[in-house]
């Protein structure tokens, strides 16, 4: 496809826009991963067993659930190149028709969740950096969450210029963090190296057998933290494409992060003090603070982006699957159609960072509302990969049970962990998914509403509409264009409501119309060829021009119908002699209508269908339309039952 090639012709530029987009999120984790751990629950005494042991824990998780999970399998599970939750849909969609209703909600799920993590990990990453300054000088404590609204201020800002070239600001700086965060770990640990012995898995497992239960689940609960940013490598795989996240993370970021926690535990057994509780700050020399300082906040400003570019695609995808109601999708890149900015989404995790840094006001009381969304979207995905192994690689049912069930029983570890934290802000996702999971299937429902409706009001077949159409005597001059809820191929298929309701109100009909029909397919890109199908039922000089046109776009393009209207004319595939910049455009605009049958409580859901439908975008600007040719709106009466 055309966008896989210009991705592999320039692969160093996305590595380095991968560095800087996917990467910020886990790369920033050594920041309070271990304060967590070792600190977070007042756990100041510890042997030097226990730190080898909990940073053999933490070392074998990152391991297990991002380099082999993530980077080895769950990337091979794209849909045209593109990751994520409805990546995931598309796929079950495709290969698992008849059990895809049971994976539809999950997954619904699922995204609700990215959406509570996207809002947490800008505020807990930067806030968690800003508070270094503390170490510097302790007159600096007042200024800490001022200073994280402005830097959070200025990050959502720039999401409007898209995320490649944010990537290409950012890139080079997370490889200056990856490369000092390596350098910091490897100087603590040529003075200790007895700390290697935390590469040996039996070094974990004699730590863990002697806490007990309680305390387990809360070491856990602190040990997601290290993984949380491996959900975005593939959320944010149609931003850069697959090879050059996986090229980042083996040459670069895995191993920096597996230094930098080596290099803390080795500092903790040396038996040195801890700043201010701060292990990460503790490894670096006085006369580099404030410069680590000043690189850490950049490092968590670009942690930050890797959720909210993988929340716009979370978003469009949505849309094009019909899942969430229409927003306003600005494209930044001509060369990369993964990489968008919606404007909504944006407003909406910039005032949830603000309340949360408002509420919380540190990076320890944001930790207990960290993980869940994170860990619960680990088990889903990996729940789904079962049936993706089986339907689209072929594996065996064993083969893929004995792959994904012991990552659900370990990612599932970390779900009970973290559901200890749940009245401490654990809620906060929890609550943020299941809003965006009603408002999904509430949007879902009305849309299915609105499509029984207009087939319902079709009365009569195309045959028919057509002996009227070539009996009125006068007609009107200019040629239509109706965008149909339902495609028109043949004499026998039912006459659109909208063109319907046209005739019944105004008596006449155009002369030359053109019955175009919009399908979002549940792959992510159409092939040119397959882009559109033109199916002519009147073609005479005399009479005029009928035919029905049916146009399909991918969940990841964006559908521009004018444009396609361009080439139509421009290729002569409709024989309108008129110029097509003089055709009228047609659109639907559903009016809601409560029927005295409509129960108390579906008129709830309906009054949340219509408020929410009000107040987005409408179907003509989402498919492009006005732009350049005239638009008119007619009026048809929903009524709901």
């Known amino acids: 496809m055309k966008q896989k090639t210009k991705r592999s012709k320039a692969l160093l530029p996305l590595v380095i826009g991968s560095l800087g987009v996917v990467f910020g999120d886990i790369g920033t984790s050594p920041l ?19 730190v080898t042991g909990i940073i053999s824990l933490l070392i074998w998780c990152l391991t297990i659930i991002v380099a082999f999970k993530y980077v080895i399998f769950i990337l091979r599970a794209d849909s045209e190149g593109e990751g994520g939750v409805f990546a995931l849909l598309s796929l079950v969609l495709k290969y698992a028709k008849k059990k895809s209703k049971y994976f539809v909600l999950l997954l619904l799920f699922a995204a609700g969740l990215l959406y509570g993590d996207g809002i947490i990990t800008p505020a807990i990453s930067v806030l968690s950096a800003v508070e270094g300054l503390k170490i510097v000088t302790i007159s600096m404590e007042p200024f800490i969450i001022p200073l994280t609204l402005v830097i959070l201020s200025g990050l959502f800002i720039m999401q409007r210029f898209g995320t490649g070239k944010v990537g290409k600001i950012f890139g080079p700086i997370i490889i200056v ?10 100087n603590q640990l040529i003075q200790h190296p007895q700390i290697l012995w935390a590469l040996n898995p039996l070094s974990a497992l004699a730590a863990i057998t002697k806490l007990k239960l309680h305390q387990f689940m809360l070491i856990m609960g602190s040990v997601m933290l290290v993984v949380t940013g491996g959900e975005a490598m593939y959320a944010d795989m149609g931003h850069f494409g697959k090879r050059p996240i996986k090229i980042s993370w083996f040459c670069l970021v895995f191993p920096a992060l597996l230094l930098n926690y080596l290099g803390q535990g080795a500092y903790l057994l040396s038996g040195q003090e801890i700043f201010f509780g701060n292990v ?17 906040t950049m490092a968590t400003v670009i942690a930050s982006q890797a959720l909210i570019s993988g929340a716009f695609s979370l978003t469009a995808q949505a849309i094009n699957l019909g899942y969430f109601p229409l927003l306003k999708i600005v494209h930044t890149s001509k060369e990369h159609a993964g990489q968008i900015f919606v404007p909504a989404v944006n407003l909406m995790l910039y005032l949830g960072c603000i309340l949360l840094i408002l509420s919380f006001r540190s990076s320890t009381n944001l930790a207990a509302a960290y993980g869940l969304a994170v860990s619960g979207n680990m088990v889903i995905t990996s729940i789904t990969m079962i049936i993706i192994s089986q339907r689209a690689w072929k594996w065996s049912l064993f083969r ?11 990612e599932m570890l970390f779900v009970s962990s973290n559901l200890l934290k749940l009245v401490k802000g654990g809620w906060i996702p929890l609550t943020i998914a299941m809003i965006i999971v009603l408002v999904m299937r509430i949007w879902k429902m009305g849309k299915d509403v609105e499509a029984k409706t207009h087939k319902r009001l079709s009365t009569i077949s195309m045959g028919d509409f057509l002996r009227i159409h070539q009996a009125q005597k006068t007609s009107l001059a200019h040629s239509s264009v109706f965008i149909t809820p339902l495609p028109v191929r043949s004499l026998t298929d039912k006459v659109p409501p909208i063109l319907e309701i046209f005739w019944n109100r105004y008596g006449v009909l155009p002369k030359n119309i053109i019955l175009l029909f919009v399908k979002i397919s549940n792959e992510p890109y159409v092939e040119n060829s397959a882009r559109y199908e033109v199916f002519p039922m009147i073609d005479e000089k005399s009479k005029g021009y009928v035919a029905g046109v049916n146009v399909k776009f991918g969940f990841m393009e964006d559908p521009n119908v004018e444009r396609i209207l361009h080439k139509l004319a421009a290729h002569q595939e409709i024989k309108i002699e008129e110029d097509h910049e003089k055709w009228l455009i047609h659109v639907i605009n559903s009016k809601f209508l409560f029927s005295r049958r409509t129960n108390f ?16 975008d409408t179907m003509d600007s989402y498919l492009g339309l006005g732009d350049h040719l005239e638009l008119t709106v007619e ?5 709901l039952y």
């Open 280 to 296: 990460f700050f503790s490894l670096v020399p006085a006369w580099a603070m404030i410069p680590m300082v000043l690189l850490a």
């Open 601 to 616: 409580f579906k008129k709830i859901l309906y009054r949340i269908y219509r408020f929410i439908w009000n107040n987005t």
């Open 32 to 50: 309070y991963a271990v304060n967590e751990i070792f600190f977070g629950h007042g756990m100041e005494d510890y042997s030097a067993s226990y």
């Open 635 to 639: 009026t048809v009466p929903i009524r």
């Open 400 to 410: 893929g049970l004995a792959l994904f069930i012991p990552l659900i029983c370990l």
């Open 177 to 186: 963090w990856f490369i000092a965060i390596g350098i910091l770990g490897f």
